[in-house]
């Protein structure tokens, strides 16, 4: 039976002024933290030689590693007073914090105070889920040097979703038998890759292709068929892959499917250049991306390209193709001045050629300034700050980044049509000036944490980096009038605005109160805040719009944050009450009755700034 804590907001809340910097601890102390680290079943078992990581989330102290001994035990020395994360990892067992009560659940930070010897804390570590099989070929044969890759399938927002990268990934041995091990619970799809996969090419042009002559088709094949990807149990159509489903620890040692031959076709393009320039005088970065592939395989190939602009991709197995192209001058071009371009085409290749031209056009640019918030105290480094654009869907090539100049101004150039997230990175000396994002607008809209479309030929201006060495932050402390600890509790933090809880948002975030009852949410933007209790968070249930949107109207406190503001919440835990089997069976971040349960209770709070 599990309780849910009833929780009510107390009294004030406080606000430090703007500007203000926290005290800063030294590096180093007199206090040391002790523990053990076992194995999760009952009984628990000592293990040893696991890697034991220490964080402090004040940011005073460095990060510390050590290994456990024979018996399971670590100690860590000399600490400066602060909240620790502390968290371990052994091959073949899932990271574990102290305090998480499942795989995937978030721990708990360890309060130290000078001086303070604190012992006892004991991490718990469950063993990965394994998946495991054999691979044929067409013929029933071992299948070796086959990718085997395991992708997680979760529901964002009401939608079966893929990762966008392997949680696991081996190559089959010469039995054809492939191992999966050290994976979260959850459910998964299986997808084997043969050598040379098709699913995403990335295309290197190449110096044969500069002769002269139009490019012609590469090798012959024996047949209009190759392997291509296949998802178990031995389908090529994403829609028909089966999800194996993984308890913690569990083993799945029959999952067997056999590789398919496929129709495949070619692709004859042209890379049609701008007037006065010929393709031999480009230097061409190109990605063939499946849309149906969530495992995203890399082939590197050659794209031979003519000096007509002729181009021939052979064996590309059946789907849908997003074909994008970036255009350099070459170091020996007439006019080393002359501007990137960029091109893409969509397509659908079903086991006959496919013939397409990509017409190159200016790629798109962005420039701006990068300032001093309202709330930072000092001034910006001279040197250091790195601006980048990162592609939120597309290949990885079309990053890109440049370095500000003294002035604090920059200008990104050669970026293909795409959506994108302006960033800013302090680099070499600049990163610890303790400088951060606080906001990002361009032509007056803000951009911070949101999605930038960029057009084809696109020319930008007015982009605007606000940097802070005073982030916003909510903390505060939750206080018990009854039996547990307050540490229990689960806090998450996220924007009344739904169009702002973006996968990749520093506004949503989730936090364990430390064993002292103090939490601390920073890095937030500027903006309004709601804030709710739970009992119990599974691992990024708290990152789902579906999720939020029922989290909202609960929310025991709003916030409103402004730049460089430090708001002082507290939290006092009144009682408890039972949660029903039933509910318990359920778990569902969908179902209303489950979220209600899970929520804590509270009284209105008085407020005051």
């Not at 052994?90 to 721990?107: Q, T, V």
């Not at 010897?117 to 070929?137: C, E, F, K, N, Q």
């Not at 192209?325 to 371009?341: E, H, K, N």
């Not at 480094?381 to 990162?390: C, F, K, N, Q």
Request: aromatic share 6%; hydrophobic share 40%.
């Amino acid at each position: 039976m599990q309780t849910t804590w009833i929780v009510a907001f107390v009294g004030v809340i406080l606000v430090e002024p703007w500007g203000q910097v926290r005290d800063a601890n030294t590096a180093t102390g007199t206090a040391s933290l002790s523990g053990t680290v076992v194995t999760a079943e009952i009984p628990a078992a000592p293990v040893p030689n696991a890697v034991v990581n220490l964080v402090d989330n004040d940011g005073a102290a460095p990060a510390a590693t050590t290994k456990t001994d024979a018996r399971g035990a670590f100690s860590f020395d000399r600490l400066a007073p602060g909240h620790y994360d502390v968290s371990a990892t052994k091959p073949a067992y899932l990271k574990s914090a102290y305090g998480a009560l499942l795989p995937g659940r978030s721990g708990i930070p360890v309060a130290v105070a000078s001086g303070q010897r604190v012992a006892g804390v004991a991490i718990r570590l469950w063993h990965g889920a394994v998946i495991a099989g054999t691979i044929r070929d067409a013929g029933g044969r071992a299948a070796d040097g086959v990718t085997v890759s395991a992708i997680a399938r979760r529901v964002i927002d009401g939608q079966r979703v893929l990762g966008t990268s392997p949680a696991a990934r081996v190559t089959t041995d010469d039995l054809g038998g492939y191992r999966l091990f050290g994976l979260p619970p959850g459910d998964y799809l299986v997808v084997a890759s043969p050598r040379l996969p098709a699913s995403v090419m990335i295309l290197q042009s190449q110096a044969a292709g500069r002769s002269g002559a139009p490019a012609t088709p590469g090798p012959a094949s024996n047949s209009a068929t190759a392997y291509a990807p296949v998802y178990y149990p031995g389908t090529a159509e994403l829609s028909d892959a089966s999800t194996i489903a993984l308890a913690a620890g569990e083993e799945q040692d029959d999952i067997d499917f056999q590789l398919s031959l496929q129709a495949t076709a070619s692709i004859h393009g042209t890379i049609v250049a701008p007037a006065g320039v010929t393709a031999d005088q480009l230097q061409i970065k190109a990605a063939l991306v499946a849309s149906s592939d969530p495992a995203r395989l890399a082939d590197r190939r050659p794209l031979t390209v003519g000096r007509d602009g002729t181009f021939v991709l052979s064996g590309v197995p059946p789907g849908h193709y997003e074909f994008s192209v970036l255009a350099t001058p070459t170091s020996g071009a007439a006019d080393s001045a002359t501007s990137t371009w960029s091109a893409a085409s969509a397509m659908d290749v079903r086991g006959s050629d496919v013939t397409t031209s990509l017409f190159l056009e200016p790629a798109s640019s962005l420039a701006g300034h990068i300032v001093a918030d309202v709330a930072g105290a000092g001034r910006l480094p001279a040197d250091g700050l790195e601006v980048s654009l990162t592609p939120t869907d597309g290949p990885a090539w079309q990053r890109s980044a440049r370095m500000a100049a003294s002035d604090g101004s920059f200008v990104l150039t050669g970026i293909a049509a795409g959506s994108y997230v302006l960033s800013v990175q302090a680099v070499g000396r600049a990163s610890g000036a303790g400088w951060s994002l606080a906001s990002a607008t361009v032509n007056g809209r803000d951009v911070t944490d949101l999605p930038l479309t960029v057009g084809a030929g696109e020319q930008i201006r007015g982009a605007t980096i606000a940097l802070t060495n005073h982030p916003s932050e909510i903390r505060g402390r939750v206080l018990s009038n009854v039996a547990g600890r307050a540490d229990d509790l689960f806090l998450i933090v996220f924007p009344t605005d739904p169009a702002l809880w973006t996968t990749w948002s520093r506004r949503c975030q989730q936090r364990r109160p430390a064993t002292d009852g103090t939490y601390r949410f920073d890095g937030l933007p500027a903006g309004e805040y709601a804030l709710v209790a739970l009992t119990d968070v599974k691992a990024d249930e708290w990152r789902d719009p579906a999720f939020l949107r029922q989290l909202l109207p609960l929310a025991q406190a709003r916030v409103s944050l402004a730049a460089g503001q430090s708001v002082h919440q507290d939290l006092r835990v009144l009682g408890v009450r039972q949660c029903p089997d039933a509910i318990l069976t359920c778990r569902s971040s969908e179902c209303a009755s489950c979220l209600s349960m899970r929520t804590a209770t509270t009284e209105p709070a008085n407020r005051s700034y």
